[in-house]
């Protein structure tokens, strides 16, 4: 049974421009910025949007680009793609690769405004279909998790109408064909900690006049393992990762201090409170054990927000890319680690949808190794690797996921519920 919101999204991207997509795409891929710098990116959304007949802002929260199409009584549908790359070095050999020294699409964030271009595009040339008000978003600075913020903050919702809805969605690994859903938690919390511990330097050659802040950090990223193995249920899915430790300049001086940084992956406020208080608790606790003359500084730096699906507005956008697509296409593919600022769009609780489009190539999926899908899924190249590579017959699927999830309520007898 195919609902009216999923035929007319067929209808409207029967004769999509593939060839021209694919092109955009490419260049795109090929010039890639990173967050807050995507000027030429937004340039070209903004040229899309404008294109395809909506009125069309640039510069909003420094480099985010917003379309609108208001095309009569109906709900306020916004859909949104993010637009920066990774310091990445690409590996991936393509024909279209980064021409920009150290900076790649390594998120697929190319892809997502390529899919975003296509879709304003469909819905506007097919405005005759549905009606309402379409709002289409360029947000920048989703890696560093300032962009969605930053739009808000320069008054997004003052200029252009606040959503009844939300939507976006993301490239990720996997083979193509397959969109996951899931009505509630689908991304995790992030939250970004420092530690500076303070010692005593002095001559290597004399560690008694000394308090070696290098051997407390070790111990100190020792023991923090032992925050999720130990102190959080084994219910409570979590993460602890220290990415950087740095201490000292030389083989023979005991530095002052060192810095440990580290992120935080949590699905709920409690865990996430409860880890921040085990973290300064064992900082201060070595300090202590070591001797060090000052307590340690622990900061709390950039978090994202856990991504919470409203399960209503989620199972309606899953059940139109089941009809679109075949049911066996969608998947619940559990809560990812991985985390979003998009939440932060959708102010004063409003609900949206959130999925991932698959889109690893057949040939890398099938050479990877593993005899399962797990064990594959281990294997092809995930996000922010450098040999990330969407197949871009995703192009079309991901353009038909957007128009078909706005149609959702924009054709909907019932209009929005
Ligand atoms: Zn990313
Ligand atoms: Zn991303």
């Known amino acids: 049974m195919t609902s009216a919101a999923a035929r007319t999204a067929l209808d409207l991207t029967a004769d999509l421009p593939v060839p021209a997509l694919e092109d955009f795409y490419r260049d795109l891929h090929r010039h890639p910025e990173l967050s807050l710098h995507e000027h030429r990116t937004a ?11 909506l009125d069309t802002v640039t510069g909003i929260g420094g480099t985010g680009v917003v379309g609108i199409l208001r095309n009569g009584d109906g709900p ?5 793609a993010d637009m920066d790359a990774l310091p990445v070095t690409e590996a991936t050999g393509l024909a279209y690769a980064s021409e ?4 790649m699409h390594a998120c697929g964030h190319d892809l997502h405004v390529t899919w975003l271009a296509g879709a304003a595009a469909a819905l506007a040339a097919g405005r005759d279909a549905w009606s309402g008000t379409l709002i289409v978003v360029g947000q920048p600075a989703e890696e560093t998790g300032e962009g969605a913020a930053a739009m808000i903050e320069d008054h997004l919702y003052q200029r252009f109408p606040p959503p009844d809805v939300l939507l976006a969605q993301h490239a990720a690994p996997g083979p193509v064909g397959f969109y996951a859903h899931r009505p509630g938690l689908i991304m995790s919390a992030s939250t970004d900690i420092d530690i500076v511990v303070h010692g005593r330097g002095g001559h290597g050659s004399r560690p008694e006049s000394t308090v070696d802040p290098v051997v407390t950090a070790a111990y100190l990223v020792t023991r923090l393992q032992t925050v999720v193995s130990r102190e959080i249920a084994p219910r409570d ?6 990415g950087r430790i740095e201490a000292g300049t030389r083989h023979n001086i005991i530095p002052a201090e060192a810095r440990i940084s580290l992120n935080l992956r949590t699905q709920s406020e409690e865990v996430r409170e409860r880890m921040i ?5 064992i900082a201060a606790g070595e300090c202590l054990a070591a001797g060090c003359p000052r307590e340690p500084e622990v900061t709390v730096g950039n978090s ?4 919470v699906n409203d399960p209503d507005t989620d199972r309606r956008v899953a059940a139109v890319h089941g009809d679109v697509f075949g049911a066996g296409t969608i998947l619940d593919p559990g809560p990812a680690m991985g985390s979003e600022d998009f939440p932060l769009l959708a102010e004063d609780d409003t609900p949206y949808s959130y999925w991932f489009v698959t889109s690893t190539p057949p040939d890398v999926w099938d050479a990877a190794p ?13 996000n922010h690797s450098p040999h990330f590579a969407p197949d871009p017959s995703t192009i079309a699927p991901g353009v038909r996921t957007l128009v078909s999830g706005a149609l959702a309520y924009l054709v909907s007898p019932a209009g929005l519920s």
């Open 43 to 53: 340039a070209a959304l903004a040229d899309r949007f404008r294109t395809a007949g």
């Open 76 to 80: 306020v549908v916004l859909l949104r």
């Open 100 to 103: 920009k020294p150290g900076v």
């Open 237 to 242: 899915s979590a993460v602890l990762t220290v």
């Open 277 to 281: 208080a085990a973290i300064r608790r």
């Open 304 to 307: 994202f927000p856990a991504t």
């Open 370 to 382: 593993g005899s399962d899908l797990m064990e594959k899924f281990a294997a092809v190249p995930s």
